[in-house]
């Protein structure tokens, strides 16, 4: 019997026309003959929907008739513990189920997909699901918690600080100080936002009040790090999980302006690219072209952090490297990559179509596994003589 994948995508999030290319992309990949995919698509109202017309690119264009044609739908478990798809609206005789699914594969970007809700709601579920657990996705979503965790295992980021808007509303000649200690220029980044919104560059205090003034309008935690102004940008792409990782080919990512663009990554910048490849028309070169040692540098530091951060499924590691000094520096991580970044596997031989099966059964496995950890502990506190509701549950 084959596999029953749903595949959630869509969303609440700025990057909702990305997950829906690249989710359409991955369907396309699998594997027919071991699986069955199940399109789940979040609306921007956030209404689960599925039905066929959900699995073909040009039904979007007219998103309201798709809308009409697919089947409003909710993931619960029925009566033997399977995780059902079911019809959210149905009289009193109607037919609730779907279909049961075996296993989720989120290809969300963003907030409420890629920051670990969407993973928390199948932990309770009890489902499997494809990549980083709830922990790895939240820390991949927090530039701040991400950076404390690889300046903590020793992967070189850059010089940083950070603060909530409150701290700086109250104490701006502070974070100036500090900021001049780390010295100027500088970037500004709100903590958890992708896709470079809020982002700017400061060369001086004025500059820095403005780009903060920005960013805080986006998110309470702000970062303010050292910019690199003789900047080479790496990607680099690991599959595995916390025991074997492999990491990808390098890609050098181009970019007109210094800071890479929402329209640069998703609108193709004007430069030629096609909307509708998303990720895939970035300007980009591939495998990116510095020396040998530092590709494997890059590598090494990639795979650590992604083991660092106790990542599931492929991930992406975006890297800085300073031209003057040569060092390379991790940036951020993509827990749930745009295109799923399998463009960065197919030089190594390793086509979509292994890469969303390695995925697969890479989620599975994590569940075997966690069914062999204890959850409970066979006993029963409420039995135990305990002389009232006060007693041994007190101390
Ligand atoms: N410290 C830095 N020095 C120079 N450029 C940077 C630095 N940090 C970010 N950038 C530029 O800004 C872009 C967006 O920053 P990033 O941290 O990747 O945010 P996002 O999560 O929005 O992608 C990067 O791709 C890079 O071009
Ligand atoms: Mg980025």
Not at 160 to 185: C, H, M, R, V
């Amino acid at each position: 019997m084959k596999t029953k994948v749903g595949v959630v995508f869509g969303g609440l999030s700025v990057e909702h026309e990305v997950s829906v290319i690249s989710a359409l992309q991955a369907i396309k990949a699998m594997d027919e003959n071991k699986y069955e995919a199940i399109p789940l698509y979040i609306s921007k109202k956030n209404e689960w929907y599925t039905g066929e017309s959900l699995t073909d690119i040009e039904e979007y264009k007219e998103l309201n008739d798709l809308l009409q044609k697919s089947e409003k739908v909710i993931l619960t478990t029925n009566d033997e513990g399977k995780v059902v798809v079911q019809k959210k609206n149905v009289g009193f005789f109607g037919k609730k189920a779907v279909t049961e699914i075996d296993v989720v594969f989120p290809v969300i970007h963003g907030t409420n997909g890629e920051d670990g809700s969407l993973q928390g709601m199948l932990e309770m579920l009890q489902i499997p699901y494809v990549g980083c657990d709830v922990f790895s996705s939240a820390v991949g979503m927090d530039k701040v918690m991400m950076k404390q965790i690889l300046n903590d295992s020793g992967v070189p980021i850059v010089d940083y600080n950070w603060f909530y808007s409150t701290y700086w509303l109250n104490n701006q000649d502070e974070i100036k100080a500090e900021t001049n200690k780390i010295g100027y220029p500088v970037i500004v980044k709100p903590a958890n936002l992708g896709s470079s919104v809020g982002i700017s560059k400061a060369y001086n205090d004025e500059e820095l009040e403005e780009a903060i003034n920005e960013a805080i309008e986006y998110s309470h935690k702000i970062v303010v790090e050292k910019m690199i102004g003789d900047l080479t940008e790496v990607n680099c792409s690991v599959v595995g999980d916390y025991e074997e990782v492999e990491s990808s080919v390098l890609e050098e990512v181009l970019s007109s302006e210094d800071i890479l663009t929402y329209e640069d990554k998703y609108q193709g910048g004007g430069k030629g690219g096609d909307a509708s490849k998303g990720m895939e028309s970035t300007n980009r070169v591939i495998p990116a072209e510095i020396p040998e040692d530092q590709t494997q540098e890059v590598q090494k530091l990639a795979e650590q952090t992604f083991k660092v951060l106790g990542c599931n499924g492929v991930s992406r590691i975006d890297f800085l490297i300073d031209k003057e000094s040569q060092k390379a520096y991790v940036n951020e991580i993509n827990t749930i990559p745009g295109s799923l970044s399998f463009y960065l596997w197919e030089p190594t031989g390793k086509d979509f179509t292994q890469l969303t099966d390695q995925l697969l059964q890479l989620a599975l496995k994590r569940q075997r596994e966690r069914e062999k950890l204890n959850f409970s502990i066979d006993s029963n506190l409420f039995s135990l003589q305990s002389g009232g509701s006060k007693g041994k549950l007190n101390g």
